[in-house]
T-cell receptor, first 114, second 111 residues
Framework: AQKITQTQPGMFVQEKEAVTLDCTYD???????LFWYKQPSSGEMIFLIY??????QNATEGRYSLNFQKARKSANLVISASQLGDSAMYFC???????????FGTGTSLTVIP | EPEVTQTPSHQVTQMGQEVILRCVPI?????FYWYRQILGQKVEFLVS????????KSEIFDDQFSVERPDGSNFTLKIRSTKLEDSAMYFC?????????FGQGTRLTVV
């Protein structure tokens, strides 16, 4: 069975600081993909970053990077230089190579403090 | 321009009424999904659709739900007889490898 765990229900970060949002996953598949999504208060689900299980380098997209530790089955999202607009709910998700659906964690609510 | 567009953005319906939620992907994506998120709760999988047929569905996706891709572009979710507990945000998603794109959601309120 596939499972995503986000253990931080809420996080606070000072503006311009970096923050790490934790995500661990469980799968017996060798091929899988890991995703992070941002959900602002308006409700839409915004794709941020993707990491494939066979990717040797950590994914980066602008201020977002994914700290992928395959042996520990973790895929933490790092947001550098936090901005007020980063305040939102963040979801980690996984899609395995043999399956189809995206499995979501319970999310982390990030608040950026000015 | 978003990869996935959903309409309507918000729908209010009376209990027992049928609703159709619509999704338009911008390009030829292969997989389509419907998810729902009850306010403040986790994102739940409903159904996936591939090659014009359902490939996977959850326990939530019972006989009250159906999906169609009537004209090869639009992708619809129909709820035949809505219940109060169907009130949620409904997301359409598509897989454009490697990324998975979600629409902006339809907020369904059943009264």
């Amino acid at each position: 069975a596939q499972k995503i765990t986000q253990t931080q229900p809420g996080m606070f970060v000072q503006e311009k600081e970096a923050v790490t949002l934790d995500c661990t996953y469980d799968t017996s598949d060798q091929s899988y993909g890991l995703f992070w999504y941002k959900q602002p208060s308006s409700g839409e689900m915004i794709f941020l970053i993707y990491q494939g299980s066979y990717d040797e380098q950590n994914a980066t997209e602008g201020r977002y990077s994914l700290n992928f530790q395959k042996a520990r089955k973790s895929a933490n999202l790092v947001i550098s230089a936090s901005q007020l607009g980063d305040s939102a709910m963040y979801f980690c998700a996984m899609r395995s190579g043999t399956g189809n659906q995206f499995y979501f964690g319970t999310g982390t609510s990030l608040t950026v403090i000015p | 321009e978003p990869e996935v567009t959903q309409t309507p953005s918000h729908q209010v319906t009376q209990m027992g009424q049928e609703v159709i939620l619509r999704c338009v992907p911008i390009s030829n994506h292969l997989y389509f999904y419907w998810y729902r998120q009850i306010l403040g709760q986790k994102v739940e999988f409903l159904v996936s659709f591939y090659n014009n047929e359902i490939s996977e569905k959850s326990e939530i996706f019972d006989d009250q739900f159906s999906v169609e891709r009537p004209d090869g572009s639009n992708f619809t979710l129909k709820i035949r007889s809505t219940k109060l507990e169907d009130s949620a945000m409904y997301f359409c998603a598509t897989l454009a490898p490697p990324a998975g794109f979600f629409g902006q959601g339809t907020r369904l309120t059943v009264v």
